[in-house]
C-alpha cells in the first residue's frame, strides 16, 4: 500500500490529559500558534504535525515526538514556548533542507530515551519479536509492559507485528 502523502518528518505534540493541562497546573501546549504556523508557513506538505491525545509519559509533561525515515525522538518537558519556536524553526530548516535536520542543543537537551528505544539498541532491529508479550519465554517478554500505562506501546508493537506477517 502507498501513500501519496510522503512527508519528511512527522512532529506530535501531546495534549492529552496532563500535557498542557493547565488546569491542573502543568505549563501550556500552544497548539492554536503551532497550527497557524504550521499553516501560514506552508510547512503541512513536508513535515506533518499531529496533536495528539497522551503518549505515555505524563511525568514528562510537556512531551513531543518527531519520527523520521532515520530514527524516533522523544522530548519531554517542554515547558517554554521558546522550545516550540525552536521546534517551529527546526521544522522549517529541515523543510528547506529536504530532509530531518539534527535538532538544535536546546531541543537535544529535553530529549529522553524509552524503553523501546533502549530494547532497540540494545537487540538490534532484526529481532524485533522481543514486542511481543509473551512471559513464558523471557527472551520474548515485554520490556515495556511497566511503562505503557496509556498503551502507547500498542501501536509500536502492531506495526512490527504486521510487518513480521
Ligand atoms: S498526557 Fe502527554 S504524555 Fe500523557
Excluded at 497548539?31 to 513535515?47: A, C, F, P, T
Excluded at 511481543?132 to 523471557?138: E, G, H, L, W, Y
Aim: charged content about 25%; hydrophobic content about 40%.
Amino acid at each position: 500500500m502507498q501513500t501519496k502523502r510522503i512527508v519528511i518528518a512527522h512532529l506530535s505534540l501531546c495534549r492529552g490529559c496532563c500535557c498542557g493541562a493547565v488546569e491542573k497546573g502543568n505549563p501550556n501546549v500552544p497548539v492554536e500558534w503551532m497550527k497557524d504556523e504550521w499553516k501560514k508557513r506552508g510547512l503541512k506538505k513536508s513535515i506533518q504535525l499531529t496533536i495528539s491525545g497522551c503518549l505515555g509519559p505524563c511525568d514528562l509533561h510537556n512531551v513531543a515526538s518527531i519520527s523520521s525515515a532515520e530514527q524516533t525522538m522523544w522530548l519531554g518537558r517542554l515547558r517554554e514556548f521558546s522550545s516550540y519556536a525552536a521546534l517551529l524553526e527546526w521544522a522549517l530548516a529541515s523543510r528547506d533542507a529536504g530532509q530531518a535536520l539534527p535538532l538544535p542543543s536546546e531541543l537535544n537537551e529535553l530529549r529522553y530515551e524509552t524503553a523501546v528505544a533502549r530494547e532497540f539498541a540494545r537487540r538490534g532491529m532484526e529481532d524485533y519479536r522481543w514486542l511481543r508479550s509473551d512471559a513464558s519465554d523471557p527472551e520474548r517478554a515485554d520490556p515495556v509492559a511497566a511503562e505503557g500505562r496509556c498503551g502507547w506501546v500498542t501501536p509500536i508493537r502492531q506495526a512490527l507485528l504486521h510487518l513480521q506477517q
